[in-house]
């Protein structure tokens, strides 16, 4: 079982600047696979930034170059480095972990998610 809590969202100016912490609890953390998603209001939720367990990062396309995803290992937390923010970023930032693990009965996916923190980005 693993806990997610999110932290660092607010109201912040375009151009501006934000972190978002991901800090996990439970065991293995560093065997999970760690995604930012968002959702804004009526929209469906996507996914922002991923993060592997071997370290490997993505991104969709509207963030490249603006915001970087990274892990501690050691604190079992995920970050997510917002810069230049837009308004059209405004959203619920929800913190992800997923693991795949092959069992004798077929593939076991954990999946969990964090309560979300929100992001506004406006003037």
């Known amino acids: 079982q693993v806990q997610l809590v999110e932290s660092g969202g607010g109201l912040v100016q375009p151009g501006g600047s934000l972190r978002l912490s991901c800090a996990a609890s439970?065991?293995?953390?560093?065997?999970?696979?760690m995604g930012w998603y968002r959702q804004a209001p009526g929209k469906q939720r996507e996914l922002v930034a991923a993060?592997?367990?071997?370290?490997?990062?993505s991104y969709t396309s509207s963030v490249k170059g603006r915001f970087t995803i990274s892990r501690d290992n050691a604190k079992n937390t995920v970050y997510l480095q917002m810069n230049s923010l837009k308004p059209e970023d405004t959203a619920v930032y929800y913190c992800?972990?997923?693991?795949?693990?092959?069992?004798?009965?077929?593939?076991?996916?954990?999946?969990?998610w964090g309560q979300g923190t929100q992001v506004t980005v406006s003037s």
């Open positions: 992800n972990a997923a693991r795949t693990t092959a069992t004798m009965t077929g593939p076991e996916v954990l999946l969990y």
């Open positions: 439970g065991s293995a953390f560093s065997t999970y696979d």
């Open positions: 993060i592997i367990s071997g370290g490997s990062t």
